[in-house]
Each structure stands twice: as structure tokens, then as C-alpha cells.
Nanobody, 129 residues
Framework: QVQLVESGGGTVQAGGSLTLSCKVS????????MGWFRQHPGKESEEVAG????????YYADSVKGRFTISHDSAKKTLYLQMNTLKPEDTAMYFC??????????????????????WGQGTQVTVSS
């Protein structure tokens, strides 16, 4: 059973930076679609950024493009989300997710549409104005 554990959340002032980490317990054979999602209080979760485990290309929501960077270190079994120039509207619970599937279904603006099997417990990010 694959387990994901996020860390790195916290409180930061607007304009500041945080880096979230998501440690993966194990990988089975094959590639994974991996991503970060967030949920604002009282709202549906939204996709933030996605990447395939063996690929370079990454995909971002328009609201974070140019400010956030997703990356994956397979040797460390860790997914990262570098968040710069944070805004109060970035305040949310952030979740990492993974799903074992082919790269073709983890690309483009619809990278998240096929759903995810494994989820972390979430880490809170609060940006004060």
C-alpha cells in the first residue's frame, strides 16, 4: 500500500515562500502521475500542479503559474512544491496525490482528470496579508 506524507506547511507573510514535500512510502513497477491539490475552507478541492514520475514536463493551474514549481526526486521518493510570491488567496489545505498509470494520461491541462488512488493527509498553508 503506497502511503504519502506531506510536510512543510506553515504560516508565511504575503510575498514569502514555502516548500512542501510529499514523501512516498514505496513505488511499485511502472510510472506514476503525481500532483498537488488544495482545498480552501468550504470549497471544492482544486488542482494546483502535476507531473509524471519520470518526466520533465509539469502542469500548473493558471492561478499559480509562474509562482509555483513542482518537482519529483525519484531517488528520495519525494514530490515537492516550491511556492514563491505567496498570496493570501493561496491559503488552503494542500494535498499530494499519486496514481499509477501511463504518461499519456498525465499530460496537458487535463492531467488530473483520471483521478488519483493515493492521497496524503494534507498540510496547512496560511498566507497573511
Amino acid at each position: 500500500q503506497v502511503q504519502l506524507v506531506e510536510s512543510g506547511g506553515g504560516t508565511v507573510q504575503a510575498g514569502g515562500s514555502l516548500t512542501l514535500s510529499c514523501k512516498v512510502s514505496e513505488y511499485t513497477a511502472g510510472g506514476y502521475c503525481m500532483g498537488w491539490f488544495r482545498q480552501h475552507p468550504g470549497k471544492e478541492s482544486e488542482e494546483v500542479a502535476g507531473i509524471y514520475s519520470s518526466a520533465i514536463n509539469a502542469y500548473y493551474a493558471d492561478s499559480v503559474k509562474g509562482r509555483f514549481t513542482i518537482s519529483h526526486d525519484s531517488a528520495k521518493k519525494t514530490l515537492y512544491l516550491q511556492m514563491n510570491t505567496l498570496k493570501p488567496e493561496d491559503t488552503a489545505m494542500y494535498f499530494c496525490a499519486a496514481d499509477q498509470r501511463g504518461q499519456w494520461s498525465c499530460s496537458g491541462s487535463g492531467w488530473f482528470l483520471d483521478g488519483f488512488t493515493y492521497w496524503g493527509q494534507g498540510t496547512q498553508v496560511t498566507v497573511s496579508s
